[in-house]
């Protein structure tokens, strides 16, 4: 498993890489050791909550005590070991997470996973013959025998609390991937059981001494005595031709005797728990951002628990009629494997209340209304507006405002005028935000201009568009001021 979760977070690395290193800002300089490049999640809190569904096969191996140790002086014992089918399990589970690392890619995280799981315990043959007691006090030899498979019917509930190791990294805008692995503290096991199993009882009596003076013993022959008195179907059969069996036992048993055919336990329902254990859980999934920090986790998901019964060293599965004891109470260990599929949602803490940090600049504080002197000023005139003024967007935002419309209406009547000539939108961000985030803005900012002249009628093989991210800033970006200027598109235009 270690060498799998390696080999995971590996490839996800070189992926992150791979997308980093397409940017043109990334390009290699001969003699500058090039920045390091973190993506969106460095725009993060580090905090996350996931919440995810799991469902897959449940695989069981178990190890059980002696099943005939109880029986007293035992003898052609054909006991099978129980055995668990392929069930199922469902899971769910709810996480906090942080994620500590420069670039927000390590983290851990802890939360409740509860799990609920079905499967069937099969024991294929039963049969036991051992020294007893009636109930007059008589010492005899007891057949207990199962019809078919001894069938139980488990579902088990679990809660456990998850102490993971988590990874992360982004490819693109919308794609990365995510890694969960660690610990599963089991603090609750609970299995429900039904049985689907009924029972032969039969009996073998052996008499020692004289007449008057007769006293029944155990006979531990492998073949009972011709002379002892056996009561068991094949007997009957044997002596009765088609006489009603059934009828037969009934009465036995209503006389004293510990018999019966066919006999179905009384209570065939019950719960057995187990010790808390400590398992592993691994997780690997791809992440599909819905949001910039919301995603969508389709993965698969491995988990291991061991638990452990304490050795029932007076187990018997049955004994008198009607009596039943679970095969999960003679279950000392029990190794439960899962493996399936696993969908989630990730919910990041943004840094701030924007999906990306592009920070806006404070308002003005607006002075208090002092009256003073009116003056009258001439109005200058409008100065031409020029096609390269640059057109403000606000933070994190593509949407043109109703200052640029003059600009962009000064564009459309050159364009027109000049059908020759091609225009290069160029647009750009502050140096807020990851490299790649802020790439795809500047380009979403010089694609919305487009779309405006498009539709105002400039051709749009006469355009094109470029994103710089934030290359060439117009001012500085440590003020609030300097970074509007920043978030901007220029028109140039030039001769094809």
């Not at 997470?97 to 799981?117: A, D, I, L």
């Not at 994103?467 to 140039?492: F, Y």
């Amino acid at each position: 498993m270690k060498k799998v979760l390696l080999l995971l977070i590996i490839a996800g690395a070189a992926l992150q890489a791979q997308a980093q290193n397409i940017a043109p800002e990334h390009d290699y300089v001969p003699g500058k050791k090039p920045k390091k490049v973190c993506g969106a999640d460095a725009n993060f809190t580090g905090w996350v909550i996931d919440l995810n569904a799991t469902g897959g096969a449940l695989m069981q191996d178990i190890a059980t005590g002696n099943q005939v140790a109880k029986y007293k002086n035992a003898v052609n014992s054909k006991v099978s070991e129980p055995k668990f089918e392929t069930g199922m399990s469902r899971g769910l589970d709810l996480q906090v997470g942080y994620f500590f690392s420069k670039c927000r890619h390590f983290g851990v995280g802890t939360g409740v996973y509860g799990m609920y799981q079905q499967a069937d315990l099969l024991m294929d043959r039963f049969h036991v013959e051992y020294k007893s007691t009636d109930n007059f006090g008589n010492t005899f030899r007891q057949l207990t025998t199962s019809n078919g498979k001894v069938k139980e019917s488990v579902k088990t509930y679990s809660v456990n609390i998850p102490l993971l190791l988590k990874y992360r990294t982004r490819f693109c805008e919308k794609m990365g991937f995510t890694v969960d692995a660690g610990l599963l503290i089991n603090v609750m096991e609970k299995n429900d059981y039904e049985v689907d199993a009924n029972f032969n009882y039969e009996a073998v009596y052996k008499y020692t001494g004289t007449q008057g003076n007769v006293t029944p013993v155990y006979d531990n022959a492998t073949v009972p005595d011709a002379s002892d008195l056996i009561i068991t179907k094949s007997n009957y059969a044997a002596d009765h031709g088609t006489g009603n069996i059934q009828n037969y036992f009934n009465t036995l048993h209503a006389d004293g005797y510990n018999v019966g055919l066919g006999v179905r336990p009384g209570v065939n329902k019950g719960s057995v728990s187990y010790d808390p254990s400590i398992g592993f859980l691994l997780r690997p999934a791809a992440s599909f951002y819905l949001r910039e920090n919301v995603s969508l986790n389709l993965g698969l998901v491995y988990s291991y628990q061991e638990f452990r019964n304490k050795d029932n060293a007076g187990y018997m599965l049955t004994n008198k009629t009607g009596s039943y004891n679970s095969m999960l109470n003679n279950v000392t260990k029990n190794q439960s494997h899962v493996l399936g599929v696993s969908i989630g949602f990730r919910y990041n803490f943004n840094k701030c209340g924007h999906s990306c940090c592009e920070k806006a600049p404070m308002p003005e504080e607006e002075e208090d209304d002092v009256a003073s002197p009116v003056v009258v000023v001439e109005e200058p005139a409008e100065p031409p507006v020029s096609i390269t003024a640059p057109i403000l967007f606000d933070v994190n935002k593509a949407d043109i405002k109703s200052q640029a419309y003059p600009i962009l209406e000064e564009a459309v009547k050159e364009m027109t005028a000049d059908e020759k000539a091609l225009l290069t939108i160029n647009g750009y961000t502050d140096n807020t935000g990851s490299n790649w985030y802020n790439k795809l803005l500047s380009k979403r900012r010089a694609v919305a201009v487009k779309n405006y002249l498009t539709k105002k009628g400039v051709k749009q093989h006469s355009m094109k568009t470029v994103g710089h991210g934030k290359k060439d800033p117009a001012a500085t970006n440590s003020t609030p001021e300097g970074r509007a200027e920043n978030r901007r598109v220029i028109l140039q235009k030039s001769g094809k």
